[in-house]
Nanobody, 117 residues
Framework: QVKLVESGGGLVQPGGSLRLSCTVS????????MNWYRQAPGKERELVAG????????NYAVSVKGRFTISRDNDKNTMYLQMNSLKPEDTAVYYC??????????WGQGTQVTVSS
């Protein structure tokens, strides 16, 4: 079965950094596009960053571009989200997901990121 487990969330002060990790099992990791989403209280889930399966090309939400970096390690079946210069508005539950051919999508359980003084 497919399992995604996020880690690395927590409480950080504005301007601080966190690195989220997502370990994935049960799939051919390199065949999947990987994404990080987040959902803040009272808001819809939004795509934060994505990385392709083949070329490794990335895309980011405008709100995080230049501050966040998505990466993947196919040998470790792990994806990462490096978050720098964090702002209070980055506070949300962050979810990793993997998808293949826009048909199969799997989700992690989410990890809380809170940016506050």
């Amino acid at each position: 079965q497919v399992k995604l487990v996020e880690s690395g969330g927590g409480l950080v002060q504005p301007g601080g950094s966190l690195r989220l990790s997502c370990t994935v099992s049960g799939i051919t990791f390199s065949s999947y596009v990987m994404n990080w989403y987040r959902q803040a209280p009272g808001k819809e889930r939004e795509l934060v960053a994505g990385i392709s399966s083949a070329s490794g090309s990335t895309n980011y939400a405008v709100s995080v571009k230049g501050r966040f970096t998505i990466s993947r390690d196919n040998d470790k079946n792990t994806m990462y989200l490096q978050m720098n210069s964090l702002k209070p508005e980055d506070t949300a539950v962050y979810y990793c997901s993997v998808t293949r051919l826009a048909v199969l999508t799997y989700w992690g359980q989410g990890t809380q990121v809170t940016v506050s003084s």
